[in-house]
């Protein structure tokens, strides 16, 4: 291996589990605090317990990151601000954030403080990296379902900023960022951090659908370790110590000797943990249902026995650092003892050896004592340790055991001043942000999944934008055209479907399309170069008005809020809101987007060869979840598929509530209702009906 190989990133998700990732070899660790990271389950640190993390895991040259990477509300950032504060001043190495306004206003106020954007941020393709690189990250963490070939595409592209890659631990069936199923399900959002994990259950025919079996990239090392990457994460923070040494150990041998994990390795690895296996599926683009797994009898087994076993490993382990030794003991001098460790340099003074009477001092006996460092950071390194020894000398041991304890101590505290200047606290004042009324009333706005679920022009009068998906739009009929003025990109464009992406844009371009609304940062860039009025969607996830000023500055003229917050959420985000908001008051809203053909499998297509055939005709299919309720799921953009909540969100009888501009625009979502039931709720909207009876009950 070549010095630049890949740092190894290992999870505490408490302060034992950081003691077990420094013992493991971690050259970085992340951990969180108490409030605003996505694993509240986690003990977490409290700000005493982070700062003594942080400094000793600086002693042994070892970065610290907080994840601060929940979505925040407007009332909450001062508080996250104050906390980024304390981790600042305490020398946090960066801040893991998913939050663009709250990355904004950390970037403004610690200018020196390294940010990482979070897996959370959705980043699939290079002009998605070189966003965030305007935005102040150093560092990306790239979406979990990057391929190989997709990932060193990505840095060859644009090399200016560092990746992270995701090589073990729990996979989530939904594409990075995009998940509102625990939100809609049960009001616990995977975006605060709060995930109940429903894609963990059986659906109601007693099928586990959605439930991943865990990542492990071990098998491919050496092209990932060749790949430009520079950091390797371990997931894990709700794991135990055992799992995050044992792990982290395999881990941290594959990337010193640059080699891909043995079939006993592997067999080690899932024995700690797993479920029936594991997937390598994203990154070798073998995605599907061999994908799926959940954890066995047999898996609850083979972790108690390997937790064991690691248990006393654990126990006897301890990181050090490796140091040389120079001891001079001379005749009619006083004895000196030289200790140097990563760059710095003590010595210290002892007694005057005396004429020995009887046994003189040997050399194996000052080797022996002057190795004793076990209650140390530190181990002699054999190969530099350099004794100069007068014969016929006599030393008491207590003296030669005196000066190893006082030079350990005193280089100990030398390292221990040497990482960082000392930051300061800072005097800060938020700058003013300018604020305009996001709209003097309400237009209305209509997003279709299909075209054939477009009413009679009747129904369309009063929407200002109607908009398809760009390859339902391209492969529509020209009456369709003619009533669409707005596409919707798709919220995932892999680093190899991007060329085709531009083709399209260019083509609806043509066509006298006016709008297109994008939902992340790898596209907005792309919309913009071609001259569009440019809109935010869904899955941009906004939550406070920061990053509507965020988004307003790349250039986006409207936002929809994100579907969590409450009204009076939304109309205090659309109130110092600099850019027009919107949002969302009837559809059945998109809870997951899948990498894997979902309508394959329930459609029971086993044939590899036939996967794009099963749901190529564009239409919706069904399965039950553990609830009975009967959950759609289509085919979006080249071969993705979104699961849509199966209960619409229905506000006509509180439309005066949103109406007048008091959250912007209202916008209707339709996904597999027919023409006729669009225009019925159409109709119900219009006459504010409390009930929608000539609706059919989705």
């Known amino acids: 291996m070549t010095d630049n ?64 990477n929940t979505l925040l509300l407007d009332r909450e950032t001062a508080e996250a601000l104050r906390f980024a504060e304390k981790l600042y001043l305490c020398d946090v190495d960066a801040l893991i954030v998913a939050d663009p306004g709250f990355a904004a206003a950390v970037h403004r106020r610690f200018p020196d403080l390294r940010l990482h954007a979070s897996t959370q941020c959705s980043v699939h393709n290079a002009e998605g990296a070189r966003l965030l690189a305007s935005r102040g990250f150093c560092r990306v963490v790239l979406a979990r379902e990057c391929s190989a070939d997709d990932t060193e595409k990505i840095i060859r592209e644009f090399p200016d900023i560092e990746y992270e890659t995701f090589v073990h631990g729990a996979l989530c069936v939904c594409t990075s960022g995009m998940c509102e199923m625990s939100a809609y399900m049960g009001g616990r959002s ?118 064991e076993e690691i248990k006393p490993q654990l126990r006897s382990a301890r990181r050090r650092i490796p140091v040389s030794v120079k001891a001079d003991i001379r005749s009619d001098a006083v004895s000196e003892l030289t200790l140097s460790a990563k760059g710095q340099s003590v010595t210290v003074y002892g007694e005057i050896p005396a004429p020995a009477k009887t046994s003189p001092l040997t050399k194996e006996d000052v080797v022996k004592n002057l190795c004793k460092l076990g209650n140390t950071p530190f181990a002699v390194e054999p190969a530099s340790f350099s004794l100069h020894l007068d014969e016929g000398l006599s030393l008491p041991v207590s003296a030669i055991n005196s000066l190893r304890r006082t030079a350990a101590e005193r280089l100990e505290e030398k390292i221990a ?29 209509v997003h279709f999944v299909r075209s054939k679920g477009i009413p009679q022009r009747s129904y369309l009068a009063q929407f200002s934008h109607i908009y398809l998906p760009i390859d339902e739009y391209l492969n529509a009929q020209m009456s369709v055209r003619d009533v669409t003025d707005g596409v919707e990109l798709p919220p995932v464009v892999m680093m190899h479907e991007y060329t085709l992406l531009e083709e399209m844009l260019i083509r609806v371009k043509l066509c006298g399309v006016k709008n297109v609304m994008v939902s992340n940062v790898g596209t907005l860039k792309l919309a913009l170069k071609y001259g569009f009025q440019v ?69 029971g297509t086993s044939d590899p060869l036939k996967k794009c055939e099963a749901c190529g ?82």
């Open 535 to 603: 809109h935010g969607g869904l899955h941009l996830n906004v939550f406070n008005s920061r990053t509507a000023e965020v988004l307003s500055n790349e250039g986006l003229s409207s936002l929809i809020l994100s579907p969590e917050l409450n009204i009076a959420q939304m109309k205090a985000l659309t109130s110092s809101s600099p850019v027009r908001t919107g949002a969302a008051v009837y559809g059945k809203l998109p809870e997951m987007v899948l990498e894997k053909c979902m309508i394959r499998e329930i459609s």
């Open 417 to 445: 001043l040497k990482r960082y200047p000392q930051r300061c606290e800072t005097v800060y004042t938020e700058p003013a942000r300018k604020q305009t009324a996001a709209s003097d009333g309400s237009f209305w706005v």
């Open 5 to 68: 190989k890949p740092h190894l990133l290992l999870p505490a998700g408490d302060p034992e589990c950081f003691e077990a990732a420094l013992s493991a070899g971690a050259d970085e660790i992340y951990i969180g605090g108490k409030n605003f990271n996505a694993r509240t389950g986690a003990q977490n640190f409290t700000d005493e317990e982070a700062a003594e993390a942080i400094k000793k895991a600086h002693f042994f040259g070892v970065s610290v990151f907080a994840a601060v």
């Open 190 to 307: 995977g975006n605060r951090g709060d995930c109940a994990q429903p894609c963990r259950l059986p659906d109601e025919d007693g099928v586990y659908r959605l439930s991943l079996k865990d990542n492990c990239l071990a098998g491919h090392m050496e092209r990932i370790c060749r790949s430009g990457v520079s950091s390797l994460k371990v997931e894990g923070r709700m794991r135990s110590p055992e799992y995050v040494y044992g792990v982290g150990k395999i881990y941290r041998k594959l990337i010193d000797e640059g080699r891909d994990a043995t079939e006993e390795e592997i067999k080690t690895l899932s024995d700690i943990f797993s479920r029936n296996g594991f997937t390598d599926g994203y990154y070798t683009g073998n995605v599907g249902a061999n994908m799926l797994g959940v954890r066995t009898d047999a898996d609850k087994e083979n972790s108690a026995k390997a937790a």
């Open 617 to 698: 005709d564009g239409q919706f299919r069904y399965y039950r979840d553990r609830t009975g309720q009967s959950v759609p799921v289509c085919r979006q953009f080249i071969h993705r598929n979104v699961i849509y909540n199966p209960v619409p969100i229905y506000m006509a009888d509180k439309l005066d509530a949103v109406s007048g501009g008091s959250v912007g625009d209202l916008h209707f979502f339709f996904t597999d209702e027919t023409a006729e039931e669009a225009a019925a709720v159409i109709d119900a909207y219009k006459n504010r009906e409390y009930t929608d009876k000539k609706i059919k009950r989705m």
